[in-house]
């Protein structure tokens, strides 16, 4: 014990682990249009999990699925695909259960040790994310080798429960104001979307896209996960849809517009994956950077 912490083996936290279903025993045709949802990877973008675009299978196949339900207060950790996810289930979630993906895997804590809360936000932290990854597979793929396996051995810090307590109402009250703060974003970007499409009718003028952009395209520069191994630091690395990693020097210093081209860059809805991005930052190959010239939309 240190400063007050105490050191524990995720396996002597947790109640239950358990993978997701194989591929083969949730095919596309299993999906129905209700029922118990399915997680896929978008609803783990944050610290708590969302219910935005699910696919539902039956009740009698997620009884079939057994294992791979999930409840509310579980953790479901990403180990294929978009590694680093992690979020809990929580309590006022639209189902009180859920399947979760062959890309996943989801474990059940002993609340008198560690809150989901808790453990989900240290897993946020640089240190928690490094854990997780640091037995991430080199080729294909993104993936955890022997995910719950190496999960169980990771080793957690943990304060005593009031301290836990305390640190998650603290950290759900600026989540709540960020929610917030963001919805207010997105009322405000639907008046800007609006306006703008105004203007586009009333015809006034009209640019070519490179008289209201500059491409930095060539000033990327890639780094693979080995290269970012040694380059840790403070500066956000972008990949096509979000932060990959932190490494230690930056290119762009402002405001950018990133354009995903390879990977998953189109929405379920149609519409390409765009990330706004601002401050000292890094961007990879599958990422072109696009400077706004502001001064065309005075």
């Not at 950290?171 to 009322?187: E, H, V």
């Not at 105004?198 to 952009?213: P, R, T």
Request: aromatic share 10%; charged share 25%.
């Amino acid at each position: 014990m240190t400063d007050g912490l105490t050191e524990y083996r995720i396996v002597d936290i947790i109640d239950e682990i358990a993978m997701g279903p194989f591929g083969s025993n949730i095919k596309a045709e299993c999906f129905v249009e209700s029922g118990v949802p399915v997680f896929n990877g978008s609803n783990l973008t944050g610290f708590s999990t969302n219910d935005n675009a699910l696919r539902f299978v039956t009740a009698e196949k997620a009884k079939e699925l057994g294992n791979a339900i999930a409840k509310r207060g579980d953790v479901v950790v990403t180990h294929r695909g978009t590694l680093g996810q992690i979020a809990y289930i929580p309590d006022d979630s639209a189902y009180d259960q859920y399947v979760i993906s062959q890309s996943q895997f989801r474990v059940r804590l002993n609340t008198e040790i560690c809150l989901p809360e808790y453990l989900v936000y240290y897993f946020h932290t640089p240190e928690g994310q490094w854990k997780i990854l640091s037995n991430k597979t080199q080729t294909g793929v993104p993936a955890l080798g022997r995910p719950t396996s190496t999960f169980k051995k990771l080793i957690i810090p943990l304060p005593g429960s009031v301290v836990q307590k305390k640190v998650v109402t603290l950290l759900d009250s600026i989540q709540r104001k960020i929610g917030l703060n963001n919805r207010i974003n997105g009322y405000l970007l639907e008046l800007a979307t609006i306006r703008f499409e105004q203007e586009l009718a009333n015809g006034e003028s009209v640019f070519k896209f490179s008289e209201l952009v500059e491409l930095e395209d060539s000033k990327r520069v890639p780094l693979n996960s080995r290269d970012r191994e040694t380059r840790k630091g403070p500066y956000p690395y972008y990949g096509a849809t979000s932060i990959m990693d932190y490494v230690d020097d930056y290119l762009f210093d402002g405001v950018r517009v990133l354009l995903g081209e390879d990977g998953t860059v189109i929405r379920e809805d149609g519409r390409p994956v765009l990330q706004y991005v601002w401050g000292e930052v890094l961007g990879q190959q599958s990422c072109p950077y696009l400077e706004i010239k502001v001064g065309l939309f005075a």
